[in-house]
C-alpha cells in the first residue's frame, strides 16, 4: 500500500493532466511551443507515474489491466479478470 500523500498527488495529477489535455492538444496542432511551455508541468501526461489502482503501488504495473503484478496476480488465480487463466503445457 503506497502513501496516502502518494495517492492523493496521483489523483490531483490526473485531474490537471485531463484539464488541460484539450488545450495541449490545440496547442501542439498550431505548434506553439511558447504557449506549450506556459502550461503547467505537471500537466504533461509524460511526467505521471502510471499507479495501481487498487493500492497505488508505483512498481511492476501492467497497463493493461491497470494494476500491479502483485494484485494482477492474485485476481487472476481467483478468476477475477475475464480472458486470464494460468498458463499450462
Given at each position: 500500500m503506497a502513501k496516502k500523500s502518494k495517492i492523493a498527488k496521483y489523483q490531483k495529477q490526473q485531474a490537471l493532466?485531463?484539464?488541460y489535455a484539450s488545450?495541449?492538444?490545440?496547442?501542439?496542432e498550431k505548434?506553439?511551443?511558447a504557449a506549450l511551455r506556459k502550461l503547467p508541468k505537471e500537466a504533461n501526461p509524460i511526467r505521471c507515474k502510471h499507479r495501481d489502482?487498487?493500492?497505488g503501488r508505483p512498481r511492476g504495473y501492467m497497463r493493461q489491466f491497470g494494476l500491479s503484478r502483485i494484485n494482477f496476480r492474485k485476481y487472476a488465480?481467483?478468476?477475477l479478470l475475464p480472458g486470464v487463466k494460468k498458463a499450462s503445457w
Open positions: 493532466i485531463q484539464q488545450l495541449r492538444q490545440e496547442l501542439k505548434k506553439d511551443y489502482h487498487l493500492d488465480l481467483q478468476g
